[in-house]
């Protein structure tokens, strides 16, 4: 739509220049403009060709639907219509012949109403050797073979979205819009389960539809834009619980089997609205809020599926939560210019979330084994209040400064500190010394102080007096951040940042006590001719962490030394081999990253191995074109992906004892993709 805008404005701005200079257009001519210059009839292009994939690699499908071996069809176009009275339509189509495809379509008259239609999938894979000795997988219930067998488990999802909406201009002020979206996801993934001290990894059904409405209308006048949305959700799960066999030596009578509930059914509604007006002398207010309720009453699963201990249990106190929450979201703005060259700005937010859920006492058993204290549920609130200040001053020369204070207070119920309030000072400079150079710099200190910390009483087991969640205790933040960018000449250009973070947590004994990153990058740009251009992009970030730990449960009496570094490093390159004829790129992807987890205890501890991730990428286009009408598509990807990981590694089913896992290994693929297809345009 903005090309269509952008293309009529364009045509109006000539007409009005040919009026008033008389210019002789007769032999213009538009290499670009995606309509015919008379603005009626039809164009557009299809694709049409084969692809092959030289190896199955579910974490190369993750996303792209190109996870299996083998040919696939190449197929996609773009078709736009346009006709008298400001008619228009448009139908499109992306990898049609995948299963990460996409197709809509779009229609209405210029300044009068539009309407859309939409559908894409989008394919998630999570693993390639996943193996289970469970029956039924993608059901509700698990079973086991009457011999200990293991069969491969496809652990993976479909999301489909099928998406409908349209808007309607009602006068020169007035637009109304509507629009229905429903989301599906079908499919198996991961799920941790245990019988008391002994685990499995089962493969939990996914058969879930969210289906989300909205209504809105706005309102643009001189000085005045308001909007005001009504919008609903409603998510429902139609695998509602998992059960499976005890794949373990019975411990307790009655243990065979075990169940889990599942996402639960619930609604969400919310109103919400802006306007911002035009104060006039440089000022400006805008607001917007949003007021909803989340809803949530899906009926409870019995206590325990141990029909054993379900005789000595009390009733359940109710039917279902019968949940609810009240969100409110709102914001206040106001902007002014005093003075020519400096511009002062300020914002309030408020944000809650309320649960008036009712509490009850609900018995317990521990994975069906035992029979444990009763547990309540926690309805968790909290108020947020942010309060920004700001101001910017166009300096002498080209000096641009900006300076503010940011405050965050939060307030919370069931919680181990009932308050925090976080102040952040900040300033920006930002200069151009020399018309092929500039440079920015930005300072932030950041300080966050709570309320007395208690310690958590309502999750049943007790929590060290000690322990800081890092959320919630107290922080000093200093952050530092610096870009330089220079024009070396009109065809050379280089970009340089640098970004560093230090955060102390100095009332922490266990838990995060502190934590740093640095951030180096750079990017270049180099024309080496009218054909021919160069970009790279480098990138290296290092983050660092301590954390103190208690095996006693009082003092810090072991320390863990984080060390994660990512590096990244891009080449590319276009060139036009053949004027209006032949162009190739070609782009060049290496990106490599390590984790290191170092653990102190007093004695002759040896680290954990490092996790290590590898990735190089290299992409070949080349666009030849056969007439005016024909042109041929090239395309060649290659893919080297390589992860080690001492979680996964080595690890099969029966591995570990007291694990029956799925024996996946960390992800390793080297793919070829081929691609070759027609582009027709009409």
Known sequence: MNTIHGSLLLFAALGLLSE???VDTSEWKCQTCPY????????????VGIGTVSDASARFGDHTGLQKDGAHLVLGGDVHARGPGGYYAELFGNDLGLDSRTIGGRTGREGLYALRLGYSSIPRHFADD??????????????????????????????????IGGTLIGGERWTYRMSLRRDTRDGTRGLGSSFFSNAAQLAAPVDQTTDQFELATAYAGPRVQATLAYQASRFRNDASSLTWDNPFALVVAGATQGRLALAPDNRFEQISGSIGYDLGHGMHASGDFAVG??????????????SVLAAGLPPLPAASLDGRVDTFSGNLRF???????????AAYSRDVRDNPTDVRSYPQVATDMFVTAPRSNTPFSFWRDRFKLSASVRGPGTLRLAAGLDQDNQDRRYSEVVNTRETTLWARAGVRPRDDLSLALKLAHSERDNSPYGVATWFGAPENPLLRKFNLADRR???????????????????????YRNDDYTDSVVGLTHARSANLGADLGFALSEQTQLHAYAQVEQVRSRQGGSQAGIAADWQAQTQDRFEVFGLGVKHVAIADKLDLGADLTIARSRSEIGVTTGVNDLPFPAAKTTLDGFKLDANYKLDAKLSLHAGYRYEHHRAEDWQLDGVLPTTLGDLLA?????????????????????
């Open 36 to 47: 015919p210059k008379d603005g009626k009839g039809t164009t557009g292009y299809v694709d």
């Open 293 to 306: 309720r989340m809803t949530q009453d899906a009926a409870f699963l019995p206590s325990t599926s141990n």
């Open 662 to 682: 799925f024996g996946q290994q960390p992800p390793r693929y080297r793919v070829h993709l081929l691609r070759l297809a027609l582009r027709y345009r009409f």
């Open 130 to 163: 996943a193996v289970t000795p469970f029956l039924g997988n993608g059901g509700s219930v698990l079973t086991l073979p009457a011999s200990a067998t293991l069969q491969p488990v496809v652990l993976g999802l479909e999301r489909k979205r099928y998406d």
């Open 477 to 499: 933040r200093d952050s530092v951040g610096a870009r330089a960018d220079v024009n070396f000449s009109e065809k050379l250009s280089l970009g340089l940042t640098a970004d």
């Open 20 to 22: 008033a200079a008389a």
């Open 335 to 345: 902007t002014a210019t005093p003075l020519e060259g400096v511009r002062l700005s």
